[in-house]
């Protein structure tokens, strides 16, 4: 990995806990409830128009509690409120964030995320000013694993695929960066942070800070 100079990061279960299952099995007693809502929210194409930017939160929770009459209560804490209570920093990744930061390496971050909601946990989350630059699905109607977002961001920021390494928790998106050049890694645990940090840090010849 002797050329990689630009290091790109997916959000949602990389470096930001993201799980609506464990969320929703711990807040209804009722597996039917579980069942539903997952189903209906978070798999639902309104979310993904949301990450894509094409409706706002009130078209879909207009869409949404339509399909769940007597649920509208639940729909609408969900759509309005989720990153309020459904996302947790990841702090064994982001500390590793902060040491590639410190050995000199541009960071990158390309999520799919709603606006609404990513507007929010950016203003939360300090480890954000760590980024040199962002592209995120909503601003650009665009979601991953489509070449598009990827070929948003390669052009924006001036990068070069050969010099990249992205990292996302999701094959497929994993794959699509592949066949643009970049090197990426399937993150499933904080010890593929690590290892890369590890194989970075000796190839760069710095000391880490």
Wanted: net charge negative; hydrophobic share 35%.
């Amino acid at each position: 990995m002797k050329e990689i100079k630009n290091i790109i990061f997916d959000l949602g279960n990389v470096l930001i806990e993201f799980d609506p299952l464990k969320w929703l099995t711990k807040s209804y007693d009722s597996f039917d409830t579980v069942e539903t809502l997952y189903k209906e929210v978070f798999q639902s194409e309104e979310w993904k128009l949301l990450d894509r930017g094409s409706i706002t939160d009130q078209e879909a929770y207009e869409r949404v509690s339509k399909r769940l009459p007597g649920m509208e209560k639940e729909v609408e804490r969900i759509l309005f409120h989720w990153e309020s209570f459904l996302i947790e920093e990841m702090t064994q990744s982001t500390a590793i964030l902060r040491k590639l930061k410190g050995l000199g390496y541009s960071l990158y971050a390309l999520s799919n995320y709603p606006e609404r909601g990513f507007t929010n946990t950016e203003k939360f989350y300090p480890f954000f000013d760590l980024f040199d630059g962002k592209v995120v699905s909503y601003a650009y109607g665009e979601i991953k694993p489509d070449r598009k977002i990827y070929e948003i961001l390669l052009e924006k920021y001036g990068l070069k695929p050969e010099e990249c390494v992205f990292i996302d928790d999701t094959l497929v998106n994993v794959e699509a960066a592949r066949s643009l050049g970049m090197k990426a890694v399937h993150f499933f645990h904080s010890n593929h942070l690590m290892d890369l940090y590890l194989q970075l840090k000796d190839q760069c010849g710095k000391e880490d800070v």
